[in-house]
């Protein structure tokens, strides 16, 4: 079952705003991570935040944690039109396996 | 530097036809390998997981089957493909557990 679920399901932003996505999660987690994936191609590692970690930023990726609401949060700045993908979540609990989220859909217009 | 294939990259298949994905791995060793299935505008559903060669951990049951001959090479099966079997297919690796995973181009599966 999907531990992790993305808010909203998707997103229409004009180039130059920023988008905001978020993410929760039902059981405790070793850390967090964030995936792009633009259409019809494999997933792409974006940020990894660990679960002692509360903000962590990436070029114009800036991702926040917060263990006591189970939720996690991505900002992407200034976006682009190459911005345009899915965004998923996936939370790293218990052994081996991450559990991925349904994922935002973000379209970034000219 | 790592990389990760995956082969074929679209794949139509008629109902009832056995099926071969098949994805290896270069620039690491031992990795930690993952076949998801991928339905269409949803989320990653993982199928199986492996540790090492010979070691498979399934999890979700149903008509596919996962192998893992050699440290860098993951293979999916299947007897006999379902209508429901048809899906976007995704190879991962990690170096290890829970941690990032890379992704391969993925496999599109389409049974009529």
């Known amino acids: 079952s999907q531990q992790g679920e993305e808010d909203p399901q998707a997103l229409s932003i004009q180039e130059g705003e920023n988008a905001t996505m978020n993410c929760s999660y039902k059981?405790?987690?070793?850390?967090l991570q964030w995936y792009r994936q633009n259409s019809g191609r494999g997933l792409v590692h974006l940020i990894l935040?660990?679960?002692?970690?509360r903000e962590k930023h990436s070029g114009r990726l800036r991702v926040t944690l917060d263990t006591s609401k189970k939720s996690s949060s991505l900002l992407i700045t200034a976006s682009r039109a190459a911005d345009t993908a899915s965004y998923f979540c996936?939370?790293?609990?218990?052994?081996?396996?991450?559990?991925f989220g349904a994922g935002t859909t973000v379209t970034v217009r000219a | 530097s790592q990389t990760i294939h995956q082969w074929p990259a679209t794949l139509v298949q008629p109902v009832g036809s056995p099926l071969s994905l098949e994805c290896t791995v270069e620039?690491?060793?031992?990795?930690?390998l993952y076949w998801y299935r991928q339905a269409a505008g949803r989320g990653l559903q993982l199928l199986f997981y492996?540790?090492?060669?010979?070691?498979i951990s399934s999890e979700v049951p149903q008509n596919l089957s996962a192998s893992r001959p050699q440290d860098r090479q993951f293979i999916l099966s299947s007897k006999k493909l379902l209508l429901s079997d048809s899906g976007f297919y995704l190879c991962?690796?990690?170096?290890?557990?829970?941690?990032?995973?890379?992704f391969g181009p993925g496999t599109r599966l389409l049974v009529l």
């Open positions: 991962a690796w990690s170096r290890t557990s829970g941690e990032t995973q890379y």
């Open positions: 059981t405790s987690i070793n850390n």
């Open positions: 492996s540790v090492g060669i010979g070691q």
């Open positions: 620039g690491t060793s031992n990795p930690n």
């Open positions: 996936a939370t790293a609990f218990g052994d081996y396996k991450l559990s």
């Open positions: 935040i660990r679960s002692n970690e």
